[in-house]
């Protein structure tokens, strides 16, 4: 029996972790279930699966809750530290998955995550222990299972594709006025909305090649991102002998989720197989920075290192926050995120204290920034 635990398990991700829980439950026990706040779909998680903890970021439960014991508050996380569970799952939106990822590597713990913006900006700081982490994204658990105890250095460069999402045929001049939902309809995947904002202004694979960078232990110099509408291959890797490996599914978190709680061994899952005399075609494009220029600048963010992967971490939630609440435009969300970079001042980081200061400073100078678009 596997045990684990899941953090942020009402979420998107969450859910479908807990979808292959109920297709194996006589292989998986959740131990630990864990959320943001309370919430009916919460505690119908809690009266399904039993779990022994119950984490909540923010809130109360109400219901007497018996055999299980609740945790409330970022305070009480050290509480991870004690659990000897055999997985934990991150699947925390935002830099809320900091501190709980920071507890579980510096605890030796094993961790499947799909929060990239964790790693991002623990970066430095936890190098040497992201071995023990197996990526939840499918580009990065598609590099995972391809590279799987082969040695780098017979690495020439890893390809990360993107779909492009939702305006990939729109031009630029047209960007000014989409609306909320119109960001939110990702062709291919159902993702949550930050995620699915970040998809739109494809940040989001630049945030993968920052992820990518740390995960793998690979130099940006052999990182490449190629749009990919079909989203069938999800990551490729080419060898120095001239051979590419490439993972192929149909579009379907529960893959390399299915995949993280089970590794090395896969699973039944559903039916929903590729069929190939189906693909009419595999299309490949560059990326357009002019239209997309945060997937640039959040490469060159990577590359700078120190401050700015967390000060691009920072400023892009932000300015996602205020996008989703209404307040700012789409493009304005590349204002905002490329300013705050821009103009921010170096910062010693020597601990996880110094980066949850300085992720506090960003985020009020973000809003600051921000004001000038309208928001408030």
Known sequence: MIEIGVLGSTGSVGT??????????DKIKVKLLGASKPSETL???????NPDYVYIENGNISKNLKNTQVFIGKESLDFLKDLKLDLFIIAIAGVKG????????????KVATANKEAIICLGELEKGKYKNIIPIDSEHSAIFQVIDRRPLDDIRRIVLTASGGPFLNLPLEELKNVSIQQTLNHPRWSMGKKISVDSATLINKGFEVIEAHYLFDIPYEKIDVVIHPESIIHGMVEYIDGTVIANLSNPDMRIPISYAIFYPER???NNNYLDFTKLKSLNFLSPDYEKFPLLKVAIECGKKAGVYP???TMADEVAVNLYLQGKIKFLDIYKIVIEVVESIKDYSINNVQDLLDFIDYVEKYSLSVAKKYGSS
Do not use: A, G
């Not at 505690?43 to 699966?49: G, K, N, P, R, W």
């Open 310 to 312: 967390t000060t691009l």
């Open 43 to 49: 505690l119908s998680q809690i009266e399904e699966f």
């Open 267 to 269: 699973k039944y899952i």
């Open 16 to 25: 479908q972790v807990l979808d292959i829980v109920r297709k194996n439950k």
């Open 98 to 109: 900091i501190r709980p990822t920071y507890i579980l590597l510096e605890s030796n713990k």
